[in-house]
């Protein structure tokens, strides 16, 4: 069901409410906060729903990876940070740690000189 968002001109706050595009078109909605019917509508943010696939294929697009610098690890470090956002999976103590290198502007060939074991996991 839809989320529709308004602000309430009497009290000021903000309210966010569900109801069918049916409803919406006839509502006289009424503030959750103070009770009053002067609810303004407001236009709030619009969520698109993406497969994994098209989350990954967006990531791989030549204009994504355009500014890329292998040379920077601090791009490198970007780079992998939006991976893992755009997955929203939980990578690991390690992935954190050398991503937060990585964007320090370490080198990777350091990290991975005092990492030896990176990498090793489920061998």
Same mark, same amino acid.
């Given at each position: 069901m839809?989320? *529709?968002? *308004?602000?309430?001109? !009497?009290? /000021?706050r903000r309210a966010r409410l569900s %109801?069918?595009? !049916? #409803? *919406? $078109? @006839? !509502?006289?909605?009424?503030?959750?906060?103070c009770g009053r019917a002067e609810l303004r509508r407001r236009v709030g943010r619009v969520a698109i729903a993406r497969s994994e696939?098209? +989350?990954l294929d967006? &990531?791989?697009d030549d204009s994504a990876l355009a500014g890329l610098d292998e040379d920077d690890p601090r !791009?490198? /470090?970007?780079? %992998? +940070? @939006?991976?893992? $956002? #755009? &997955?929203d999976e939980d990578m690991g103590g390690d992935f954190d740690e050398v991503v937060g290198r990585l964007e320090s502007g370490e080198s990777p060939a350091s990290i991975e000189a005092s990492m030896p074991d990176l990498g090793e996991a489920g061998e």
């Open positions: 839809p989320v *529709y968002e *308004y602000v309430c001109r !009497a009290c /000021g %109801m069918t595009f !049916a #409803e *919406y $078109d @006839r !509502a006289t909605p009424v503030c959750p906060h696939s098209s +989350r967006s &990531l791989m !791009a490198m /470090g970007q780079m %992998m +940070r @939006r991976m893992s $956002d #755009e &997955l």
